[in-house]
């Protein structure tokens, strides 16, 4: 099993990132896929998932509006468009995949994680 994040940048405040995790080893298309992030200092913070069964989303409210979780199953890849970034979005992202819905931040609850992508903000 791999999840492979990518897409990670340095970017100016107000602008626009798109990440990607391309997920193999396991059946994609039966699985809630989440992203989170860690910013520096500070701990793990669940973002978003998807249920790649049906495209349910759900959102942590600091991001809903901003950041917009999408999956292409026939790739086996997630994605988060990342638009208005702010330097407070700068941290390591993280995709996450578990058989059922967990809105949390302890990786021990997924059943499988990545090695995580940076994204910086700043001017």
């Known amino acids: 099993v791999q999840l492979v994040e990518s897409g990670g940048d340095l970017v100016q405040p107000g602008g626009s990132l798109r990440l990607s995790c391309a997920a193999s080893g396991f059946t994609f298309s039966h699985y809630y896929m989440t992203w989170l992030r860690q910013a520096p200092g500070k701990g793990l913070v669940w973002l978003s998932t998807i249920y790649t069964g049906d495209g349910r989303t759900y959102y942590w409210n600091s991001v809903k509006g901003r950041f917009t979780i999408s999956t292409d199953n026939a790739k086996n890849t997630l994605y988060l468009q990342m638009n208005r970034l702010e330097p407070t979005d700068t941290a390591i992202y993280y995709c996450?995949?578990?058989?059922?819905?967990?809105?949390?931040?302890?990786?021990?609850?997924?059943?499988?994680w990545g090695q995580g992508t940076q994204v910086t903000v700043s001017s």
């Open positions: 996450a995949a578990a058989e059922h819905y967990y809105g949390g931040s302890d990786l021990n609850e997924y059943d499988y």
